[in-house]
């Protein structure tokens, strides 16, 4: 239910659909009159009168929107007035009465969202165009009356000179890019200023590779690839096919404005202490850099490192950490997960049936809807939309507990010109499409629609088969995504298969548990060491190793890392309690120093490095020496000393290298190779 006790200003567009403003209004418990018919036209002033009132307002039309934030600038009410959409998302459906889905999306829109922490971006104007002959110099000519222009030509044979030079111009091919808005370095190859005594043709000086330079905006109209990665989502790249002026022009007006100082949302944070990508130089993770569509994380070793001014918030970094290292933040998946919830259960309280959860975009998404509501049947009346920045931050924990709290289905209305962006979900969605196999319920209530083809959406929407919820619970949207996730299908198993104690996952899912082969561990505690998640624990005083199940991220660290590499992995999900408390894996009996009696190593430890060293290593010839294998480190230091009179390192000198040169001297004084050797 809603936090906030807006008053509900609610319309029918006239009397294009139906609203029931006064019952919409109990069910959301927010206060609301009778529904208007026109109140961005001739009933503006119960909008007035609301706004005067100094309530603050939900209003139930985005499209008007701006008319009624200009209202309210006007009478200085601040941010007291929010707008949401039940015309094209609920109103216009040929699916019968919405008012419970109607009540879902106005108690969704009544949710604090979560301010997103934002950075500065610096841009001083200065501007890259890129193209070729004429029309790249004509174009850099007009942006030059907004920006400080250079302009670069891959191709100049139909330039014709100006009397007048208003922009520098220089010959080049655009070989690498790097940074964002602000900030890019660009690197020009075959780089060389015009002559300014050409005559007829263009001319210039003698060219040469690898010239650098830095600038705030780029404009690329070369028709060329891209020489950077995800450059759709990097600011300030901006790009445009030179045969489509239309394109052309839409690309220099936005150029045109990219002066000055401006604000990025932060789309993700970064918690080192919880990354599972490496440690002491082994890779245990990459899935972070292998999703990222822009190019925006590197690898730094053992941790990872993510550049905001690059990161254009797809999500799926976040979507896909198994550690929860990273998390999104615009806003917080909790908050969306209690959004999804939300919509679910205000729907099903008000009476609606089967709710099927609908995740869109705010471009590709939002644009089908309305296509669908303008020139098809609308939204089936059973499908809640839920918007979103990105797909690519869809993780199987919103997934479960969208399932858990009552949606038949999770449906993601996908853009499929991002394909690169969704790789993330995809895998997410595979991931929950096999616990819910292993649940023994139908994998298809999940699935992902990227048919470009509104009629074909359609039909897919309005033939979904009804299947009957598998839960109706909400968890509680706080913690951890790991925390978070295993709280929903907890309550999807505790519904459907109560039995079912344990699910087989394939091997990249992140969860599972670790075997250990008893009879080659020597309980060094490597494992422990390298173990990201803390799911590894060591015995304290006992050697030993034991694991938390639930804890486990199979990222594949501790059997890297292990020297007899007796640890293999197995990916599954387990539901029983123990997974949730340490089990012990291998133990051994203490080992006493045989001098002083003190425990300071495992048996079995100490009986393999005697089996291996004792009698056999020249520093551990005889039995008094074999012995200081099983002392201590304080009676092994001074034992040493006791052996060598005093200089600990005087014991078990290792042998003589003998050369080359040795033998050679040898047979000159006539010796032979067995008198050599024998020689002390």
Same mark, same amino acid.
């Given at each position: ?13 006239e009397k294009t659909m139906t609203v029931e403003a006064e019952r919409i209004g109990r069910i959301v418990a927010c206060p609301s009159g009778p529904a208007a018919s026109s109140l961005c036209r001739r009933e503006l002033g ?74 500065? *971006? ?46 520098? *111009? ?15 370095? *660009? ?63 839409? +690309? ?83 908050? *969306?997960?209690?959004?999804?919830? +939300? ?315 003998? +050369? ?11 010796? +032979? ?8």
């Amino acid at each position: 239910m809603p936090e906030a006790k807006r008053r509900l200003l609610l319309c029918n567009c006239e009397k294009t659909m139906t609203v029931e403003a006064e019952r919409i209004g109990r069910i959301v418990a927010c206060p609301s009159g009778p529904a208007a018919s026109s109140l961005c036209r001739r009933e503006l002033g119960l909008f007035e009168e609301a706004l005067a009132s100094g309530e603050p307002l939900l209003v139930g039309c985005t499209q008007e929107a701006p008319l009624f934030e200009e209202l309210t600038e006007e009478a200085g009410a601040g941010e007291r007035v929010a707008f949401t959409n039940i015309r094209e998302r609920a109103g216009w459906s040929e699916g019968g009465p919405a008012t419970a889905k109607m009540a879902a999306l106005i108690a969704a829109a009544n949710l604090e969202g979560g301010a997103s922490r934002l950075k500065e *971006v610096e841009s001083d104007g200065v501007c890259l165009v890129y193209g070729k002959g004429q029309q790249a110099f004509e174009m850099a000519r007009m942006l030059n009356q907004r920006l400080s222009v250079t302009l670069v030509l891959s191709d100049w044979s139909d330039l014709i000179l100006p009397e007048v030079m208003e922009v520098p *111009v220089y010959r080049g091919c655009l070989a690498a890019v790097s940074g964002a808005l602000g900030g890019f370095e *660009v690197t020009v190859d075959g780089y060389a200023p015009i002559l300014p005594s050409a005559r007829q043709e263009a001319g210039f000086l003698l060219p040469r590779n690898q010239a650098k330079s830095r600038c705030s905006v780029i404009v690329d109209l070369s028709g060329e690839a891209a020489p950077l990665t995800g450059w759709e989502r990097r600011d300030g790249y901006l790009k445009a096919d030179p045969g489509d002026p239309a394109a052309v022009a839409l +690309t220099l007006f936005k150029a045109s404005d990219l002066v000055g100082s401006f604000e990025k949302p932060l789309y993700v944070t970064y918690d080192s202490a919880l990354c599972a990508h490496g440690r002491s130089g082994i890779t245990g993770c990459s899935n972070c850099l292998d999703l990222c569509p822009a190019g925006a994380i590197a690898d730094l070793g053992d941790t990872v490192d993510i550049d905001p001014a690059i990161c254009g918030g797809c999500g799926g970094c976040a979507a896909h950490c198994p550690t929860g290292a990273i998390r999104y933040a615009y806003p917080e998946q909790n908050a *969306v997960i209690r959004h999804a919830q +939300t919509l679910i259960a205000t729907y099903r309280e008000a009476g609606g049936k089967d709710p099927v959860l609908l995740l869109h975009d705010s471009g590709h998404g939002s644009e089908m809807i309305g296509v669908l509501a303008r020139l098809g049947r609308g939204l089936p009346v059973n499908h809640l939309p839920l918007g979103l920045h990105s797909l690519g931050q869809v993780g199987h924990d919103l997934l479960a507990a969208a399932l858990a709290a009552g949606a038949t289905h999770v449906l993601a209305l996908a853009d499929p010109r991002k394909q690169e962006a969704l790789a993330g979900l995809a895998q997410e969605l595979s991931l929950m499409q096999a616990i819910l196999k292993g649940l023994g319920q139908d994998p298809a209530r999940l699935q992902i629609l990227d048919n470009p083809d509104p009629e074909q959406v359609e039909i897919l929407l309005w033939d979904l088969p009804s299947l009957p919820p598998l839960a109706a619970k909400a968890v509680a949207p706080v913690g951890g995504k790991r925390a978070l996730a295993r709280a929903a299908l907890t309550l999807l198993q505790e519904a459907v298969a109560p039995e079912q104690n344990a699910i087989a996952l394939l091997k990249a899912a992140p969860y599972g548990r670790i075997a250990i082969d008893r009879e080659g561990c020597t309980l060094c505690l490597a494992c422990v060491s390298a173990c990201p998640a803390d799911a590894l624990r060591d015995g304290g005083e006992r050697p030993a190793v034991s694991q938390i199940e639930a804890a486990c991220v199979q990222c594949g660290l501790c059997a890297s890392t292990c020297p007899e590499q007796v640890i293999s992995l197995e990916a599954r999900l387990s539901f029983d309690s123990e997974a949730l408390r340490p089990v012990v894996l291998h133990e051994d009996e203490p080992f006493a120093c045989v001098s002083c009696g003190k425990p300071f190593a495992s048996a079995g430890t100490i009986r393999r490095i005697s089996a291996q060293l004792a009698g056999k290593h020249w520093m551990y010839e005889s039995d008094e020496r074999s012995r200081l294998i099983q002392m201590c480190d304080d009676c092994r230091i001074q034992r040493q000393a006791d052996l060598s009179g005093g200089d600990p390192f005087a014991i078990g000198q290792r042998p003589k290298v003998r +050369t080359t040169e040795d033998y050679l001297e040898a047979r000159d004084k006539g010796l +032979t190779p067995e008198d050599f050797l024998s020689e002390e």
